[in-house]
């Protein structure tokens, strides 16, 4: 009788290895699920919406909510001041807070990048420079800079990403700055320079890879903060400008109702808290992930 041979199993990928170590963290994998739905009404926004987000209905002005007294489920969320769907204004605003997010994180991340791969190997004078202005920059109260910015450019939705983009570009610069100056202290780099590397081969294609993983757990940890800053700026009147659904805007056309009609402020308000949070739970996940010595046993 011969015993079957168990067939033999080759070391997993390194994709799955992330994915194991992902998914040990419960509230990362639903943070994932929550931001994988937000991002598909936001792709869909067009499809799912049951109305347009400008459409105004005139004979349902401040329109209770479907579960409460005298609603319907024409308006499943009732609607706004001026007649507007809140369910629409709201999936129409998912698309407007996550392009603000990720067009902030990704300027940042490429800017940061060139910059802080600069302080590190173009010299002290160079350094002192860009570190300087990034601690000038950090100085200031990102809310009251980034108003500032859109008060002298004008209020618009690309200035606001432009505002929160000057606001979130030394977190990166200053993280690549720190682990590319670590990693040049390391005997692989000093190999890779008795090899005759040259300098921008040196810095961009050995040690840059090795600074992304903490540089990925703050590009997504950075979406969020751009969504709170976006929205802070909207519901100042600083940010996209009417009729634009913006989460921030939209709590700003109701806070005058937040007795009568509190759903006008609770939604966008929920909107904007479920998206962070889920965010920031997914950046916790990629965080553990990443870092060998933040996985669990």
Known sequence: MTLPVPEATGPSSPLRQFWQAFRENRGAVMGLAVVLFVFALALL??????????????EAVRAAPAWAEGGSTQFLFGTDSLGRDMLSRLIHGAR???????SVMGVSFFIGVGLGLACASLGQAVDVVITRVMDLIMAVPSLVLAILVVA??????????????????PRYVRLLRASAMGELQKDYVTAAKVAGVGPWRLMFKTVLPNCLAPLIVQAALGVSDAILEAAALGFLGLGAQPPTAEWGT????????????PWLVTLPGLAILVTVV????????????????????
């Open 45 to 58: 926004a067009d499809v799912v919406a049951p109305h347009s987000p400008t459409e105004q209905f005139r």
């Open 96 to 102: 407007i807070s996550l392009l603000i997010g990720l």
């Open 152 to 169: 002298v450019l004008g209020p618009s939705l690309t200035n606001t990403i432009v505002a929160v983009t000057i606001v979130t570009l």
């Open 250 to 261: 939209m709590l700003a056309d109701a806070r005058e109702f937040i007795r009568s009609d």
């Open 278 to 297: 889920a965010i920031n739970l997914m950046g916790d996940g990629l965080r553990d992930a990443l870092d060998p010595k933040m996985r669990r046993s």
